[in-house]
């Protein structure tokens, strides 16, 4: 007999006609990720921001390093903290001390001490590797695996995910940059630069939200996500307590000991920085060697291996140039641009809600194509749809080229530039994105499927690590250098993938 929850019955359409536990994991999520957001969208500019100004201080290199550890971590956390809930916590708990990490990160990033500040990303990281693998575990269990509802449900859930993607900046960015506010606390007796503490604070509240409704909403879920999967062998379960020891002390110790080297000044965030890309580096080399060498049965599933290599590092180099919107570009959009649309201006942190707009108005175009497509037998296959969205990655760095020369002369980039960048950022992400960790797990041999989510995830992380050291190139070859590289190095990357297609699909037989 299964431990696997059941899923709630078919009849349950209390939730726009799917099960009334979608709408509690719902928003759940939409406020989880209002908190992501709504820090990351002035995050790093806090990082660099002068300390006169109420900001850390840092320079562009150091800021991106740290930026680029913080979120590798946060998405390298998912990976242990699916197996632990998977084994030990079960989905339902995880979720929940996840969601108490988070607000409790955020609370106290609202404290302006530096200390605060990194115990703060700390807290964030662990509460995020508990809360985001296991709350979309969770909406799958809402469903039986006959439940035609089932994608329509995730479609949903994924709404969540940009509503609060979209709103977050505006309000949490809108506390910590806009004159307004700084107004407004000065008038109160404050010191107006206290004003990023209080966009922290804001994602804390919404945290919070997000937790009370969690609860209230819990009787809605059933059982699901609250029993874990016990081996029902003894030595595997004493195994799994000897492991679990191992993964909490490295978890919870590594990044605290990480806050408290780089707090204090020991280590140079720098070279914690090279010592993380080296690890990452190495572990992503020996994961293929074991899987290829090891854990592959036959010729069939080392070819199905390579080609995930292939999505693997598709994956990785997208979210290495997306994820600029929060670095990069959030200073570019700080530094460089008139924030303006017919005379009105605004904080440069709203530019982060551009892309889940244009995610909402390009979704529903991108779904109707492939299903025409593929009703056609005329869909692009994985590596294809990878090199397409490469190819307008490098678009959107190459839109802003032209608009340079201004910079050159104390002059400003009009918006209607930064916004046609975001437009080719958005066409990219639907390109890559969604279709990423399917088609992994299509072409995972079926007893590896387990481990596609970690591949997926890991990808992501070392994507995340390197869009924060690509801070390190804007600042050494200048706006003009750098928008070429990155125009250029996508171009590279989307002809690697072209060339990749045929050789996928020999080796495996079939147009995936």
Same mark, same amino acid.
């Given at each position: ?15 726009f ?18 908190s ?11 990082? *660099? ?12 290199? =150091? ?20 197996? *632990? ?6 989905q339902?708990?995880?979720?929940? !001390? ?5 607000m409790?990160?955020h ?39 006959? /439940? ?9 859930? !994924? ?7 979209? +709103? ?25 630069? @206290?004003s ?17 409704? !969690? ?24 195994? /799994? ?19 408290? *080297? ?22 992503? +080399? ?18 199905? +291996? ?9 994956c @990785? ?13 959030d200073?570019f959009? /700080? ?72 910079i ?5 980039v ?11 950022? =958005?066409?990219?992400e @639907? ?28 990808? +992501?992380?070392?994507?995340?690590? @390197? ?37 996928v ?8």
């Amino acid at each position: 007999m299964s431990d696997r929850p059941l899923a709630p019955e078919i009849h349950d359409r209390g939730f726009f006609g799917h099960p009334r536990g979608l709408s509690t994991l719902f928003f759940t999520e939409m406020w989880e990720r209002f908190s992501w957001y709504g820090m990351r969208a002035f995050l790093f500019l806090y990082l *660099i921001a002068p300390t006169d100004a109420g900001g850390m201080g840092m320079d562009k290199i =150091t800021a991106g390093v740290l930026f680029g550890i913080y979120t590798s971590l946060v998405y390298l956390m998912s990976l242990p903290g699916g197996w *632990i809930a998977d084994r030990f916590l079960g989905q339902r708990k995880s979720v929940m !001390y996840g969601g108490i990490g988070i607000m409790m990160g955020h609370i106290c990033l609202a404290i302006p001490t530096t200390n605060a500040f990194y115990l703060g990303l700390y807290f964030i990281i662990l509460g995020t590797g508990l809360l985001k693998p296991n709350v979309s575990a969770m909406v799958g269990q809402l469903y039986s695996q006959e /439940d035609k509802r089932r994608s329509a449900g995730f479609a949903i859930f !994924y709404m969540g995910i940009n509503v609060g993607a979209l +709103i977050a900046p505006i309000v949490a960015g809108g506390l910590a940059q806009s004159d307004w506010w700084k107004g407004v606390l000065e008038g109160w007796g404050m010191d107006p630069n @206290l004003s990023w503490h209080f966009g922290f604070g804001t994602a804390a509240v919404c945290m919070f939200l997000g937790l009370v409704q !969690y609860v209230i909403g819990w009787h809605k879920l059933g059982d699901v996500g609250m029993k874990p999967t016990v081996p029902s062998d003894p030595k595997i379960a004493a195994r /799994d307590v000897t492991t679990l020891k191992a993964v909490v002390a490295g978890c919870v110790l590594g990044p605290l000991l990480g806050a408290l *080297i780089v707090s204090r000044g020991w280590v140079e965030i720098n070279y914690m920085g090279d010592g993380l890309s080296i690890s990452l580096m190495c572990a992503a +080399i020996a994961m293929f060697y074991v899987m290829h060498n090891k854990m592959a049965r036959d010729e069939d599933e080392q070819k199905r +291996i390579i080609a995930m290599v292939v999505l693997f590092v598709g994956c @990785l180099a997208f979210f290495a140039l997306f994820e600029q919107a929060a670095t990069t570009m959030d200073a570019f959009a /700080d530094e460089h641009t008139d924030n303006s649309y017919f005379g009105w201006g605004f904080p440069s942190s709203w530019w982060q809600f551009v892309n889940p707009v244009w995610i909402l108005i390009l979704s529903p175009f991108f779904s109707l194509a492939w299903l025409r497509l593929s009703a056609k037998d005329k869909e692009p296959s994985s590596p294809l749809k990878f090199a397409l969205g490469m190819v307008a990655c490098g678009v959107s760095f190459a839109i802003l080229l032209p608009a340079l020369g201004p910079i050159d002369h104390g002059g400003k980039v009009s918006a209607n530039y930064l916004m046609a960048f975001y437009f080719f950022q =958005t066409v990219a992400e @639907l390109f890559i994105s969604p279709v990423g960790l399917s088609s992994m797990s299509k072409l995972a041999p079926q007893r590896m499927t387990g481990m596609v989510m970690g591949v997926w995830f890991f990808a +992501i992380s070392i994507g995340e690590y @390197l869009a924060g050291r690509a801070s390190t190139v804007s600042v050494k070859l200048g706006q003009t250098g750098f928008f070429s590289f990155m125009t250029i190095g996508s171009l590279v990357i989307a002809a690697g993938l072209f060339l990749s297609v045929g050789p996928v699909r020999r080796m495996l037989g079939r147009s995936e």
